[in-house]
């Protein structure tokens, strides 16, 4: 297959040398020559803007307990987010109602346990990223069910089924948009269907938003709070940097809340002391990656591009019975690997067989081990290898089968 791609970006991705030299979960945790296409980190550098913030606080040996502006240095964050938001969407959130914490998933364990009680239920789309379903299961609540219901256009929420699942005590709905592992951006229609069950049954929405920046052409992130004043009155919106701009280790996220009487009662059961403090990295590189950082991230919207349509273009050419919805954002791909008729689970055929390290479907829903999730975002070269080495494992599968009966 070809291994050649007039787009990418020269300079942009890592090597292969390079990526075996940090030292990172994504890469280290596997035994030598296995390509890693699983942990949702890019095999990318950062922003230069993200860089040089770092490079003065170094400089500087600036790790004190930080100011910045004459304020607590978590305002600038903060500050940084809504200005980001009123830019990208004229959506007006209020930086006085931004939590700045170190981790989204901790954010969701904290919004969960401030807006429901154990028993209560939760709902979380399906399938889902696994530490939503650890933040209801592991506090005690119950986990409601949204079905992603595959279709034409992708997958889709079952809100009709939905309907039938609730009941007076589901009190959270776990949003996650773009979804992650289908790649699915959620429609205006959509989102509003969303609000309309979320207010039928006086639900709080806890809005994960941390793929938002990372959408393609033909789709458009809304954030969910911005679609009315009803919306942003029962939505906490969580988001981060991290992903967008490659710093998942800096650990900085947000919480907005859309109104002053959410915060108040999320803080009524999780006093601000109990989610911690960034550190000075974090807080500088979120700072500058959403002021400055834009021009790089065009760079990698463009490159992710190229790279989604090179990876579904070898698949349908080579894997035709893979099954996939080409993602509308997000730099993941969802394999329905189930006519290739494997007799263990996809990730664990492709480690074996291939060696190449993909997200186990059953991760993300316990029905899915014919599932897995690919991370496209590398370079093409690489990409290129593990598709090869994934093509060259189904076909001798295929040889390995004996025939069917006449």
Not at 36 to 64: E, I, K, N, S, Y
Not at 93 to 106: G, I, N, S, T, Y
Not at 179 to 197: K, M, W, Y
Request: net charge neutral; with cysteine; charged share 20%.
């Amino acid at each position: 297959m070809s291994r050649q791609l007039a787009t990418l970006q020269d300079g942009l991705a890592l090597t292969l040398d390079q990526l075996l030299a940090r030292q990172s979960f994504k890469w280290r945790q596997y035994q030598p020559g296995v390509l890693a296409a699983c942990v949702a980190d890019m095999d990318l550098g950062t922003a230069p803007a993200v860089q040089a913030a770092l490079a003065q606080v170094l400089q500087r040996v600036d790790f004190t307990y930080p100011l910045r502006d004459g304020r607590k240095a978590d305002r600038a964050v903060a500050h940084a987010f809504a200005a980001r938001m009123r830019r990208l969407y004229g959506w007006q959130a209020e930086a006085d109602q931004v939590l700045v914490l170190p981790d989204l998933v901790q954010a969701t364990f904290a919004a969960v346990m401030a807006f429901s009680d154990p028993g209560d239920g939760v709902i979380v789309q399906v399938p889902h990223y696994a530490p939503f379903r650890e933040a209801v299961e592991g506090t005690g609540r119950r986990l409601v069910a949204l079905e992603m219901r595959t279709g034409a256009d992708g997958f889709q929420l079952d809100l009709e089924s939905l309907e039938q699942a609730v009941d007076a005590r589901t009190r959270v709905l776990i949003l996650c948009n773009p979804h992650n592992p289908t790649g699915r951006v959620l429609s205006r229609a959509e989102l509003d269907g969303v609000l309309a069950f979320a207010e039928r049954h006086a639900l709080i929405v806890v809005s994960d938003e941390i793929h938002a920046d990372l959408v393609y052409p033909g789709a458009r992130h809304l954030p969910f709070a911005s679609l009315s004043q009803a919306a942003a009155a029962r939505t906490v919106t969580l988001n981060s940097a991290t992903k967008s701009f490659n710093i998942a280790g800096l650990r900085c996220a947000v919480a907005h809340f859309g109104t002053l009487q959410l915060q108040q009662r999320f803080h009524a059961r999780l006093p601000a002391r109990l989610t911690g403090a960034v550190n000075n990295l974090g807080i500088d590189a979120t700072v500058a990656a959403w002021n400055d950082g834009q021009p790089w991230l065009d760079a990698v919207l463009a490159h992710l591009l190229a790279m989604r349509d090179y990876a579904a273009q070898i698949l349908r050419r080579e894997l035709p019975s893979v099954r996939f919805h080409v993602p509308q954002g997000t730099y993941l791909l969802w394999l329905d690997c189930g006519a290739l008729e494997l007799d263990q689970p996809a990730a664990d055929f492709f480690l074996q067989h291939a060696r190449v390290a993909l997200s186990p479907g059953e991760v993300f829903d316990a029905r899915a081990a014919h599932c897995a999730r690919l991370n496209f975002a590398t370079s093409q070269p690489l990409l290129a290898e593990i598709l090869d080495r994934m093509v060259m494992a189904v076909r001798a599968h295929q040889r390995r089968r004996p025939p069917a009966p006449h």
